[in-house]
Structure formats: C-alpha cells, structure tokens
C-alpha cells in the first residue's frame, strides 16, 4: 500500500486527489490547519466512507508556515509521495494580504522542498503551480516555454514556489515536478470564487433568496477545466519516470460573460437583469485571459481533459440547486 501526504487536504483540490488515492489503493495523509471553527465540509464525508471498514484517510495538524511541523510529519508518516495544494489562492485577497500570500505559497514550498531533502530525497513531489504565473501574456496560448508576468502576488508567490521546485530537483536529484493547472472548478469550488459565487447566485435567485449579483470584469477570459479531471494529472505527474513541467488545461477560453450567459440560461434566466457590474470588485492589475496548450502532458502522461465547459457550468448549477433544495 503506497502512503501519500497531501497538504490542502480540506480544499477543493485536496478532497478529489484524496479520493482519487484511495480509489488506488493508497493510505492518505493530509495536513489541515488548527482553527477555532471546523472547515472540514468537502473531506468529512470521504473520511466517513474509506473509515469505515478500513481507515486509510487520516489527518494531521500542521501548517505551511512551520517548517518543525512539517519535519516531524514527515518523518513520522514516511510517505512515498507529496502533493503540495495548500495555498492562500485567492487573487483578489492575495492583494489585500501580500506578506502573509508569499509566505506561505511561496515560502511554505521551499520549508516542504527542505523538509523533503532532510528527511528523504527518495520522496516525490507534485507543487500545484498556477496559470496565473503567465499573468500579462507573452503568447496565446500559453505552454511550458511561456515567459512568466505575474499580475498579482499570488502569482509571483507561485513563480517563486516554482523555481523551487526545479531548482531542489535540479541541486538535489529530486522527483519534484511542477503542474501548471489553468483554472478548474466544481461544485466543490469556494464560494468567494467567481464561478461559484455565479452558480451559487443563480440558483438563489431562481429560488427567490436572492435579488442580484454584483460583479468585476465580465470580460476576462480563462480556461475553464473541471477539478475531478485535473487532480489525475497530479498523480500522472509523480508516477513519470522523470520530473518535468506540465500545463494542464482545455485549450479553450470562456469569458465570465459567458458563464453567466450558461449558468442562468439553464435555470431559465436572463443574466442580465440580475447582475451589475462595481469596479471594486475589480483588480488592481487585471489578467485579460489565459488559455492553456495541454500537448505536453496529453503526449508524455497521456493525460486529456473529460469535461466541456458547458458540463461543468451544469454541474455546479446542478448541485447548488440541490444543496439549496436539501
């Protein structure tokens, strides 16, 4: 029974990948944060069903900002493999809180890489890159070889925690490889993310709890995958021979308009009289659009995208209306 180590166990990430292991077999391990109010909603439920017969998801305190604790962990726990998820990912709160994003996305990876080198190199590691390294683009779409302009600070966290990665697996003969996902989503998602916060706002509406939604750029254009499919990719990367780089995306570019124009279409809806638009929901420095080129990974991990956008907007429109009605 292989043994892996997830950090942002509890994220919309981490709960897939977890679930994605153990349907393989694996004894899971995941590191969640001591707070004063239990956010355990996404892994409570896989926790229940794989420990019931037999226990092979547990969790652990830790934090990315303690390099002791991660030490211990390690040591203690003795994985073959680490997923490094844990992140403050929001783009718009990484502007607010600067200091605390960089330290532990970009910081946190470098205290893992470390704790990894001292405890065993022989441990393989997947760091959950970002397409908004690429922030204001050099080349549509973007892949490997794409110069990076990140546009906010948790995309320059994510450079960081990047080079890291490459510069461990290059300094000290590290499995360490890097996933550039483009945006994935699920029902799953944060409700402070846009796409959530549209499908979420949606089946309100359509139920009458909620009157409008208030929005940013409607303009910007992102790759759109789902997070079931990409989390795949993660333990693809790791089991490869050698450690690499790998974009994981579609290829195609929605607008927020467009998901809008999906998500209440399937409810019946016009967007438009419902939604409004407040520059403060805007950001400082804006990323027009980002879309991923996936040839690399489709070619050496055999790895493809199995949901259109139009699925995934159904999806959480689907169990948002569900969770309202339950």
């Known amino acids: 029974m292989r043994r892996a180590l997830i950090t942002g166990i509890t994220g919309q990430d981490g709960s897939y990948l977890a679930e994605f292991l153990l349907g393989k077999g694996y004894e899971v391990h995941g590191i969640v944060r001591r707070t004063s109010i239990f956010n355990r909603g996404r892994i409570d439920p896989i926790v229940a069903d794989y420990n019931r017969e037999t226990k092979r998801l547990f969790l652990h305190y ?29 783009v718009k709160v990484s502007f607010e809180n600067p200091g605390y994003t960089a330290d532990v996305v970009g910081m946190g990876t470098l205290r893992i890489l470390e704790s990894i080198r001292q405890t065993n190199p022989e441990i393989r590691f997947y760091q959950a890159s970002s397409s ?58 944060g409700e402070n993310f846009v796409t959530r916060k549209i499908t979420r706002a949606a089946a309100r509406i359509k139920k009458g709890l909620q009157k409008e939604l208030i929005l940013g ?36 570019a929605h607008s927020v308009r467009e998901f809008l124009e999906v998500a209440f279409g399937l409810l019946g809806l016009n967007w438009q009289d419902y939604v409004r638009t407040d520059h403060r929901y805007e950001r400082p420095a804006e990323v027009d659009i980002l879309i991923g080129d996936a040839s690399k990974a489709k070619k050496e991990l055999g790895w493809k995208p199995k949901t259109d956008f139009n699925d995934l907007v159904k999806l959480m429109v689907e169990a948002d209306l569900k969770e309202l009605e339950r």
């Open 217 to 252: 750029n409607l303009e910007a254009q992102r790759d759109w995958g789902y997070a079931k499919d990409y989390v795949e990719a993660m333990w693809l990367m790791i089991q490869a021979e050698v450690s690499s780089e790998y974009v994981v995306a579609t290829g195609e």
């Open 132 to 189: 908004e390294m690429f922030g204001k683009v050099r080349a549509v779409p973007q892949n490997e070889n794409t110069p990076f302009h990140p546009r906010n600070p948790y995309g320059v966290a994510k450079v960081f925690a990047y080079w890291s990665t490459i510069n461990y697996r290059e300094a000290y003969n590290l499995h360490a490889s890097n996933g550039i996902l483009f945006n994935h989503e699920s029902p799953r998602r």
């Open 62 to 90: 830790g934090d990315l900002t303690d390099s002791t604790a991660l030490g211990r962990l390690l040591r203690e726990i003795q994985p073959e493999e680490v997923y490094n998820l844990a992140a403050q990912s929001h």
